[in-house]
């Protein structure tokens, strides 16, 4: 008896290791952003602004986590409410136009020339809120030369940033309130259904694992798993 206890406890934390990880995976999917990369402003050429809104597209896609507006999603909402994609410099008509694109953060950037030099001023917009996430400027030294160099450079710390701390939240957040105790799994305190976990963890491993916990649980006897994970 003890050695079915046992083992059904080994299985059980196998199971709560593999619910959270479902969770978490959840959870970080559940966070996938809407980015609306607005055509920078500034009296520069179009053929420019469209490098720099392709750059910081690509940037955006490959740092997880995040979906890029289709462009033509975009035009067709600034054309319908008669703006035009250069000529979003205020705040308040990105949050509207954001709104109405069903996108969460907007990308908005302003090229400045300097001399022979470019003052590059680049931001995220938090359409909900209509709160400025974060902000960068810089400045280049070689004219064109380091423009582009540049303009990737603040995109990949903006949205590396922002992807680490909302990983490091979330992770805190499932790890933290997912518990298990004698085949029953609660989350924040409350205690989910069957039903509830199957969908959460539907056509994954940590379902059998599940599963297997509960079976150990009503034929070996007590099963009791209380814990949390850390994840780094």
Do not use: H, W
Not at 34 to 51: C, Q, R, Y
Request: proline share 1%; with cysteine; hydrophobic share 40%.
């Amino acid at each position: 008896m003890y050695r079915i206890k046992k083992a059904a406890q080994e299985v059980g934390k196998t199971a709560l290791i593999a619910i959270m990880a479902v969770f978490i995976a959840g959870a970080v999917n559940a966070q996938d952003k809407k980015v609306a990369v607005f055509d920078p402003v500034g009296s520069v050429e179009n053929s420019l602004k469209e490098i720099v809104r392709e750059e910081v597209s690509s940037i955006i896609v490959n740092a997880g986590g995040y979906t890029v507006l289709e462009r033509q999603l975009i035009n067709k909402v600034l054309e319908e409410n008669q703006f035009q994609m250069g000529g979003l410099v205020d705040d308040a008509q990105i949050v509207e136009m954001g709104k109405l694109m069903g996108a969460n953060l907007a990308f908005v950037s302003n090229i400045t020339p300097m001399g022979t030099n470019y003052y590059i001023s680049c931001k995220m917009i938090d359409i909900q809120s209509g709160r400025v996430e974060m902000q960068k400027t810089a400045q280049t030294q070689r004219g064109m030369n380091d423009l582009i160099g540049i303009v990737q450079t603040m995109a990949r710390e903006m949205f590396g940033q922002m992807g680490k701390s909302q990983q490091m939240f979330t992770t805190q957040l499932v790890a933290g309130f997912i518990t298990a105790d004698k085949g029953k799994v609660y989350q924040g305190g409350r205690r989910l259904s069957p039903n509830e976990v199957q969908f959460l963890m539907a056509n994954t491993d940590a379902m059998r694992l599940y599963n297997n916990g509960r079976s150990q649980y009503k034929n070996g006897g007590t099963m009791q798993i209380i814990g949390s994970a850390t994840f780094v």
